[in-house]
């Protein structure tokens, strides 16, 4: 059984450039969460979504959006990127959502901005 | 009040002895509770989760929860090498389909 899909790996950008990482989730998984990791916060929680409706939203600026398609892949855009946003983003699959199942993490994007 | 705080700093274990972690949360309304492991460079692996007030074995592993307390543990028993890692406690918070994480901590196994 395949796992959760996260692509690209590493991204490099300059401040002010936008991006856009993409989370595949385990075959079945209909609630995506994305994170952020960094070493002085942790991790932290930006968004979940289930059948392409987004449920909950972490405190993070207007500047983190996110979607979820017909197939469960979610897809998660930074804007106007700053040098604090360099961290490792990571997407985890669920059956329903972290209530009642357990959530599975991807290999992560390591985005460095620059 | 941190959501999920992990207090303790490096454990070193030598190999074979049994590592102990604790983590306590804020929530009172908190259902589903969950240990990952994270080596480094790497993303975080589940390796326990427990629902109900008790002990719950996996192999090595044996995670314990006591809801009145609001404290989850994770002992790792016969620690080996590739048990040195950062270990993540993660709590749902109630109402919501989010996992609060505590900062982790590091445990290194010594031959």
């Known amino acids: 059984k395949a796992g959760v899909t996260q692509t690209p790996r590493y991204l490099i950008k300059t401040r002010g450039q936008q991006v856009t990482l993409s989370c595949s989730p385990i075959?079945?998984?209909?609630?995506v969460s994305w994170y952020q990791q960094t070493p002085g916060q942790g991790l932290q929680f930006l968004f979940e979504?289930?059948?392409?409706?987004?449920?909950n939203k972490g405190n993070f600026p207007g500047r983190f959006s996110g979607r979820q398609f017909s197939n469960s892949r979610s897809e998660m855009n930074v804007s106007t990127l700053e040098l604090g946003d360099s961290a490792l983003y990571l997407c985890a699959s669920s059956l329903v959502g972290v209530l009642s199942t357990e959530a599975f993490f991807g290999q992560g994007t390591r985005l460095t901005v620059v | 009040q941190k959501e999920v705080e992990q207090n303790s700093g490096p454990l070193s274990v030598p190999e074979g002895a049994i590592a102990s972690l604790n983590c306590t949360y804020s929530d009172r309304g908190s259902q589903s509770f969950f240990w990952y492991r994270q080596y480094s460079g790497k993303s975080p692996e589940l390796i326990m989760f427990?629902?109900?007030?008790g002990d719950k074995e996996d192999g090595r592993f044996t995670a314990q929860l006591n809801k009145a307390s609001q404290y989850v543990s994770l002992l790792i028993r016969d620690s080996q090498p590739s048990d040195s890692a950062t270990y993540l406690c993660a709590v749902n918070v109630y109402g919501n389909n989010r996992l609060a994480f505590g900062k982790g901590n590091q445990v290194v196994v010594i031959p």
């Open positions: 075959s079945g998984h209909r609630s």
């Open positions: 979504y289930f059948s392409e409706t987004q449920r």
């Open positions: 427990i629902y109900s007030n």
